[in-house]
Each structure stands twice: as C-alpha cells, then as structure tokens.
C-alpha cells in the first residue's frame, strides 16, 4: 500500500529512540548535475548492497529507505547538494523513526517536512515488521537524534540553504536493520563475514561521495561513523580531514546533558561555526 500524508501535523515531542515514472527515472540519473550524479552514486551503491548474501541471525527484516522512500530522498538532494561541499555530516545508519521514515539522514519528519521543505510519496518496505511500520512524512513520532541534530542545524542556520551552501548530511550505511523483536540493530552487531562485506561497499561508496563533492572535512557524527571514514578515506588514498561530533542519541550520557552546547563547541573548535556564519572558516575549508 502506497500513500503520503498530505495533512499539516503538529510539531511532535521527541520520544525515546528506539511526472510519469520514465521521465522522473531519467531526471534521477542526469550526470549534467552535481545532485544527479550523486543519486547515480547512491543508486549503484544500493545495487550493489543487494547483491550481498543474507545478513542472517539477529537480522530478520532489512529496509532500504533509498527504495521506497526515494521520492523525497531525491528532493533533498536535488533541494540542497546543487553545489560543492567543503565539509561532510556524517551518520551511521537509518534510525526507525528518521531516516527509514523520510529517506532524510537524521530525518526526524517534522524537520524534514517543515523545515527542509522535502516532498515525496513513500511507499512500504517489501517486508515491515508490524511493530515498526513506515508512515513516511506523517510520521508523528521523533526520533530524538534527528530532531536534535536537525533542532542544532536550524538554529545556527535560520534558513536552511545557509547550512546547504557549505555543508551536506550523509549516512555511511542507508539500510536499517531490525530484529525479530523490532529492535534495532547497528551494523556492529551484525556477523563479521557480513558486516566486513557490508562496510566494504559503504566504506567505498563514501570515499567516491566525498571525491565528487569536493569535501575537505568530514564530521562522524558519533565513533562508528569518524571510524568508519578515517579508514574508508586512508584505504581510497584520500588526504581528506576527519574529525568527530558526540552523537545525539539519548543512548549516549553525554548527549542528555546538553548536547547542542557541546556539538555548537566542538564545531567552533573545527571552524564549522565561521563557516556557517560566514566568516571564512579558513580551517574547515582547507581540510587542515
């Protein structure tokens, strides 16, 4: 069952985490774009993705939001990855409630809806585990890290296209993965044979993605995702600068004592905070 709701929604609370098709097919994969030739990227990404044998035990459903959430996912990009990047948000994975909701790294719906601006028709994933449903842009319930990081963006950048002139948001791995309980799974737990085969492609597929935007910074967005591309980038044979920003989540003790403080320090401490001000963030753009 297909369907986008259309009905304005409230601001939710944040709770705990846990055209004819043809012609917009041909548009997705226009090189002549920046933003065209990053879906390209994304979409051979997801093909090779697919071709990965099964995750196996405590796997038991997969989505892939850069499928049936490709609507709005391609809104973003063709929204705000127009133009080069000098610096690189980087997450993890999908969360439940964000990006497996809205296609939108850190997409919290609220945010991505009415503060991005971000249009597009989800549909269902193959198999949705019932306790996890995909209700697309209507969904009602906020997934604390992507409202705060979002919720930190949106302050320091009113309008959201003084973020995006500089800066773009990327999740190392676009698949979401739940137990059989609807638990979600990170890709450290899943298998080792797996997971290696999984963080190859994203690894690979990162270190194009920060060729093609011309990125001098990466911020992970947490250790996974630091980790993950210091090593994808050195394995490239990339000089690219990368550093790290405490994780939102509610699952880190750090986060629930004042993240936005700390993450708008540390981005002053990167020379992040000048460049979005427009003070030159001479550091930042010059990967040093």
């Known amino acids: 069952m297909e369907g986008t709701v259309t009905e304005p929604v409230a601001e939710p609370v944040p709770v705990a985490e846990e055209e004819e098709e043809e012609d917009e097919e041909e548009e997705d994969e226009d090189e002549g774009d920046l933003a065209g030739r990053f879906l390209r990227l994304e979409k051979e990404q997801e093909a090779l993705l697919r071709a990965l044998p099964p995750f196996g035990d405590p796997v038991s459903h997969v989505y892939r939001p850069l499928d049936y959430a490709w609507e709005p996912h391609c809104d973003f990009v063709r929204r705000y990855c127009r133009t080069p990047k000098r ?6 994975n999908p969360g439940p409630f ?26 269902k994933p193959p198999r ?36 995006f002139r500089h800066c773009f948001v990327y999740n190392h791995c676009p698949l979401l993965f739940l137990a ?31 060729g093609l935007l011309g990125v001098g910074l990466v911020v992970g967005v947490g250790r996974f995702a ?27 003790p750090r986060a629930n004592r004042g993240w ?10 990167l020379g992040v905070l000048e460049l979005l001000r427009g003070e030159g963030g001479a550091t930042a753009a010059a990967g040093k």
């Open 128 to 163: 949705e585990h019932p306790k996890r449903p995909v209700l697309g842009l209507s969904c009602r319930r906020a997934e604390v890290s992507g409202a705060r990081f979002w919720g930190l963006v949106r302050t320091l950048c009113p309008d959201p296209h003084l973020f």
């Open 260 to 269: 936005e403080e700390l993450a708008k320090a540390r981005l002053g401490e």
């Open 98 to 123: 964000g990006m497996a909701q809205t296609g939108v790294p850190f997409g919290e719906a609220w945010h991505v809806r009415e503060w991005l601006g971000v249009v597009g028709g989800v549909k």
């Open 226 to 252: 630091e980790r993950r591309a210091r090593r994808a980038l050195a394995a490239a044979g990339m000089a690219v600068r990368v550093e790290g920003l405490p994780h939102p989540s509610p699952r880190n």
């Open 87 to 92: 610096v690189l948000f980087l997450g993890m």
């Open 180 to 210: 059989a309980s609807g638990r979600n799974l990170t890709p450290t737990d899943l298998p080792p044979a797996t997971r290696d085969l999984l963080m190859g492609v994203c690894d690979r597929a990162l270190a194009r993605a920060v």
